[in-house]
């Protein structure tokens, strides 16, 4: 299974808009930073766009800017952005229910589930792009 790299994309590209700012950066410029595919970079700050975390500026010398102060961003702004349903998902399958593990999965593994994203909202909580940016 592969690990979900969003939120790491996310955060790096909301990092360098910070630290070049107040310039305008095409996803070119920030996809050769994140080590990537500018689409991928495009397909990410529109989702982040959407939230307000970033504007988009049209025409010849157009690109991307942060949406608001990088000091009022956090790691949480940005993984609500990229995951809104959270870190995990349930099987898309229901239960078999020819069998009691396979009924009570889905209620075990929804209150484990909330108490994780809990930890993780807490924790994201606490940085900033402003702070990212300032250790580069």
Do not use: W
Request: aromatic share 4%.
């Amino acid at each position: 299974m592969a690990a979900n790299s969003r939120l790491a994309v996310g955060l790096h590209a909301m990092t360098v808009l910070a630290f070049r700012a107040p310039e305008v950066l095409r996803s070119e410029d920030i996809a050769f930073s994140v080590r990537t595919n500018p689409v991928v970079i495009r397909r990410t700050l529109s989702q982040l766009a959407r939230a307000g975390l970033v504007k988009s500026i049209r025409g010849k010398t157009g690109g991307f800017v942060l949406g608001r102060d990088p000091r009022r961003i956090t790691g949480l702004d940005v993984y609500r952005a990229l995951d809104p349903s959270g870190l995990f998902a349930q099987l898309p399958q229901g239960p078999q229910r020819m069998c009691e593990v396979s009924c009570a999965m889905k209620h075990l593994l929804d209150k484990t589930f909330k108490q994780v994203d809990e930890v993780v909202a807490q924790q994201l909580s606490r940085i900033t792009i402003a702070s990212l940016a300032s250790e580069v």
